[in-house]
């Protein structure tokens, strides 16, 4: 099987999980039952042996073609010959309870004959624990099983399937009006068979998602420009929740690769503390209140974790749990053969101050605009606050999670100063105790070295690291958290400089591989969340032509569906894990900002 680009993909899950359906029927990614559960199909990391699920038209001359059914995330691939179309329905039932257990997770796969005849091919064949086990299929009731060292699963279908070796599948002819359930499920652990299938059953599980996921929409009241794809990118952060604890992992998938061929392959499967901020700010401005409180429910949990004197981790499991070591599983190719592919995260061990930032700055949105934080909560964001008036002049790993030396950040420093501002922002509106005079002093201390050693005189910008002259997109924050404003002679100094050293044909780089050394090596595409703040800083400068086409050139980078990965390449491939939250994040917070720019009330959206 050849690989498919990444960006022909779509994505269906169940707020537990999410599965990554082909163009071609091929399902290639599904870890069951969790998120960072381990892989049961996975051929988009290794197409020989790590597992997928087929079902497509067996002429190789069909057409394809895929959409959602209108605000949901319910996924139709369309098989064209002059013979026939058929058609496949793609969905997981969502539990709206949130309280499903194993065996509850389930993908339905319903196979429609739209007109004439056309030949299909079925092909399953999955691969349990990242192909580490190997599985022979059982029959099993109305289907078949795969089961090794307590991890299983089976599919039901009325449709008779063969042995395909370590897989199952069929040859058949689909007619006009067929209607052919297949659905494959999470074995729980005590082994019970799910209950008989049916096509009158998935119809009515079929539209029971359907309700769901447009009821849940139904809730947005964003009503200015570029609605659809704001949309789309909510149901994005949606599919990517998980749902007993409110959670929101960076993307479903891991090791896609930043470059073909390099390195650059990081599993992103978990929880980053700095999402929090510009989860909350997004959610909220789209008129999704709860789920930005769920979120911050979880990030107050951790918040609650905190020992005295510990600061932040940079990410946590979905349960949050800490541990989470990073291995290489080096029997897999990776795609496309780009190795290694990795499990786990090492950056969860690094300093990155940044994050003390952005939780605080998500802990002040949330207070102002969902719900008093406790007082419990309170006692440790003040403990984090004094934490960081002793660390902020420390080296860290910085937003980018390098891998060589720790280096004096300027985002870094200027999410410290992100921390004691908001926390001293906090603590005034609501009369609350702190250590006001101490977080004011080094509050202050924060804006004079970023002002005296974070800002070059030579290249009229912000830069990367205290004292360097290498630029960083991540500075285009700067005007977003209300450090400057965003004309500022010194903002609009970065906006030209950035736009000279970091910008091609208005993608956006974070920074430059070449001239700055990350201990990773090798290129990347453009930074696709990068992009979406440049387009917003434009904005909020009153540069608003270079802003909106900025944004619209972005919008023709998103895939079929509306969906984005973490990077874009040389030819304006996806690159990177898929879908991004950070990147669906950045168009909702750059299309509200920009809409409201154009209507000429450009405080409407601000952060606070």
Known sequence: MPYLPIEHHGVIGDLHTVALVGTDGTIDWLCLPHFDAPSVF??????????????????????????????TNVLVTRFLTPDGVGEIVDFMPVDDSLRKGAEDHRVVRLLRGVRGDIPFDVDCRPALDYARCAAEPERCGDG??????????????????????????????????????????????????????????????????????????????????????????????????????GAIVAAPTTS???????????????????????????????????????????????????????????????????????????????????????????????????????????????DKHCRPIPWDVWTHARGLADWVCEHWTEPDSGIWEVRGERRPFTFSKLMCWVALDRAHRIATARSLPANRSRWLAERDKIYETIMSRGWSRTKRSFVQELDGDGLDASMLLAPMVRFVAPDDPRMLGTLDAIGRELVSDSLVHRYDTARVPDGIGGDEGTFSMCTFWLAEVLARAGRLEEARLTFEKMLGYANHL???????????????????????????????????????????????
């Open 42 to 71: 996975a051929s988009i990391l290794d197409a020989g042996r790590g597992g997928h699920f087929r079902i497509a038209a067996a002429s190789s001359e069909a057409r394809r073609r895929q959409m959602y059914l209108p605000d």
């Open 144 to 245: 078949w099983r795969w089961s090794a060292e307590g991890r299983a699963v089976e599919i039901a279908t009325p449709l008779s399937l063969e042995p395909r070796g370590p897989g199952v599948g069929a040859e058949f002819t689909l007619h006009s009006g067929d209607e052919i359930p297949f659905v494959l499920a999470h074995v729980g652990p005590d082994g019970a068979p799910p209950p008989r299938i049916s096509v009158e059953r998935c119809l009515d599980e079929f539209r029971d998602t359907v309700r769901y996921w447009q009821a849940w929409i139904a809730r947005s009241h964003y009503q200015g420009r570029w609605r659809e794809m704001v949309k789309r990118s909510s149901l994005v952060l949606k599919l990517l929740t998980f749902a007993p604890t």
């Open 256 to 366: 896609l690769p930043e470059r073909l061929g390099g390195s650059r392959n990081w599993d992103y499967r978990y929880v980053w503390i700095r999402d929090a901020a510009f989860s909350a700010y997004a959610l909220i401005r789209a008129g999704f209140a709860e789920e930005a409180t769920r979120f911050m429910e979880f990030t107050e949990s951790r918040c609650r974790e905190l020992q005295p004197g510990e600061g932040l981790r940079v990410l946590y499991g979905i349960d949050g749990r800490k541990d989470i070591p990073e291995t290489r599983l080096d029997h897999l190719e990776g795609y496309q053969g780009s190795a290694p592919v990795r499990i786990g995260n090492d950056a969860e061990g690094q300093l990155q101050l940044d994050i003390n930032g952005e939780f605080m700055d998500a802990l002040y949105l949330y």
């Open 562 to 608: 509306g969906l984005y990965s973490e990077e874009i390449g040389p030819t304006g491939e996806a690159l990177g894990n898929f879908p991004q939250a950070f990147t669906h994040l950045g168009l909702i917070s750059a299309a509200i900002n920009i809409s409201f720019a154009l209507d000429g009330e450009p405080d409407r959206a601000r952060r606070g």
